[in-house]
C-alpha cells in the first residue's frame, strides 16, 4: 500500500527520488552508503522521473545524433552526456567537501575530416565550485556546472549549453514522439539477479537545433537526438566485463534499442541480451534470439585498444549491419569517469532495407572490466 501511495504523490521531486527521503534508505551503515535499488514494482511515472534520483548510485541523461549544418558538406555526430554519481561515502559526514553526489559531462562532435572525435569533459562535487543539480516544482531538471548547463521544464523540451575552449554548444530538443519506457515499464534487466537492472527511460527522434562552435567557427546546426536516462546501482554481474550498446533511428520512424553484457570470459555467452524495434506508431517488437557479430576492429593508437567497430546484429530473422562514420571515435574520459570506451555514430543498413537509418553505437570494457 505505501509503494501505491509514492506512485500517486504526484509531487514535485521525481517519484523514484522520494524513495531517498526515509533514513532508512538514504542511511549508513557505519561508513557504508545503502542504495536504493529498480524494483518491478516501483515504476518509473512521467514526467517527475525525467528528474534526479539521489537514493541511486548511478544515474545517466545520454544525447547521441546526427546533425547538419550548411558549413559541411557530410553530416556528424553530437554526443552529450551528463552523469551524476553517489560515491560510497558515509553520508552523516557533515562536512561540506564531503562528495555526497558527483557530477561528471562529456561533450563529443564526430567529424568526418577531422578523422577523431573533438571533445570536453568535466568532473565537479554537487553543491560546491558553482556545480547544482536540482528539481523543482517548475523544472524536471536542472544540471549545472562551470560552462555546462542541462534543463528541462516538463521533460518533453529539453536546453543544453556547453562552453569550453574547443567546443561550444548552444542546443534545444524538442519531443517528435512519446517517450520510449524501456524493458518491464521501465524496469530494464541487465542480468539474471533482480538487483542487476536499471530504470530506464528513451527519448527517440528529438528534434535538435541551434548552434556549435567547433575550429573556431560557430555553426548553424540542426539533427535528431536519441536521448536515454537511466538510474541504477548495482546493474552489472560480478563477471562481466562491459557492453555493447546501439540505439538507431529509422528511416521511417522507427527506433531500435540493443545491448549485450558481455562477460569476462570472452569464450562464454553474454551475460545478458535484449533488444526491442519500436515502430513510428508505437507498437514495440521483443526479440528473442540476439547475437552482435563481428564484421571489422580498428586499434586505437593512442591507447591500444581494440574495437569492433563494424557490427552486425542478428535479431530473430533480421539483420542489421552497422558502419561507423570513421574508425576512430574513442573518446578518453579518463580524466572525468576514469574509463576508455568508444562513442560512436554508425550508418545502418538491412536485409530489408539499405539504408535503413543510423545511430550511435557504444562499446565499454575492451580494455579493462567496466566499473560503475
Known amino acids: 500500500m505505501m509503494r501505491r501511495k509514492i506512485l500517486k504523490a504526484g509531487l514535485a521531486l521525481p517519484v523514484l527520488a522520494q524513495l531517498a527521503l526515509p533514513r532508512s534508505v538514504h542511511a549508513a ?8 535499488q529498480p524494483s518491478p514494482e516501483i515504476l518509473p511515472r512521467l514526467p517527475q522521473d525525467h528528474g534526479v534520483h539521489p537514493a541511486f548510485r548511478t544515474e545517466w541523461w545520454y544525447f547521441t545524433g546526427w546533425f547538419e549544418s550548411p558549413e559541411f558538406e557530410q553530416a556528424f555526430g553530437v554526443q552529450i552526456t551528463f552523469f551524476r554519481s553517489a560515491p560510497n561515502v558515509n553520508v552523516q559526514n557533515p562536512s561540506a567537501f564531503s562528495p555526497q553526489q558527483l557530477l561528471f559531462a562529456h561533450a563529443a562532435v564526430a567529424l568526418p575530416k577531422a578523422g577523431k572525435l573533438v571533445h570536453e569533459q568535466i568532473v565537479r562535487r554537487a553543491g560546491r565550485g558553482g556545480a547544482e543539480l536540482k528539481t523543482s516544482s517548475t523544472e524536471v531538471l536542472n544540471i549545472r556546472m562551470p560552462g555546462w548547463h542541462l534543463q528541462s521544464g516538463n521533460g518533453s523540451q529539453w536546453q543544453c549549453r556547453v562552453d569550453t575552449p574547443q567546443l561550444s554548444m548552444n542546443l534545444s530538443m524538442a519531443e517528435t514522439q512519446t517517450p520510449w519506457i524501456q524493458g518491464q515499464g521501465g ?28 575550429e573556431g567557427k560557430t555553426l548553424p546546426v540542426q539533427g535528431t537526438f536519441w536521448m536515454d536516462h537511466e538510474w ?4 552489472l554481474a560480478p563477471n562481466a566485463q562491459g557492453w555493447d550498446w546501439v540505439g538507431l533511428h529509422g528511416d521511417q520512424g522507427e527506433s531500435l534499442m540493443a545491448f549485450q553484457i558481455r562477460d569476462r570470459d570472452n569464450t562464454k555467452p553474454p551475460v545478458w541480451t535484449h533488444a526491442a524495434l519500436r515502430q513510428a506508431n508505437g507498437e514495440v517488437r521483443n526479440f528473442r534470439q540476439i547475437q552482435f557479430k563481428v564484421l571489422r576492429q580498428w586499434k586505437s593508437t593512442r591507447t591500444g585498444i581494440q574495437y569492433p567497430v563494424a557490427q552486425q546484429l542478428q535479431l530473430d530473422e533480421q539483420t542489421f549491419e552497422l558502419e561507423p562514420l570513421f574508425d576512430d571515435q574513442e573518446l578518453d574520459a ?3 569517469t576514469g574509463t576508455l570506451y568508444w562513442e560512436g555514430a554508425v550508418r545502418v ?4 532495407a539499405s539504408p535503413w537509418g543510423r545511430g550511435y553505437l557504444e562499446m565499454t570494457g575492451y580494455d579493462r572490466p567496466m566499473q560503475l
Open 334 to 336: 579518463r580524466a572525468s
Open 349 to 352: 543498413k538491412s536485409n530489408k
Open 187 to 214: 524496469y530494464s534487466q541487465k542480468g539474471p539477479k533482480p538487483e542487476q537492472a536499471s530504470y530506464y527511460i528513451t527519448m527517440p527522434h528529438l528534434k535538435s537545433t541551434g548552434t556549435i562552435r567547433i
Open 29 to 36: 551503515r557505519g561508513l557504508e552508503r545503502v542504495y536504493a
Open 232 to 235: 541504477s546501482s548495482t546493474v
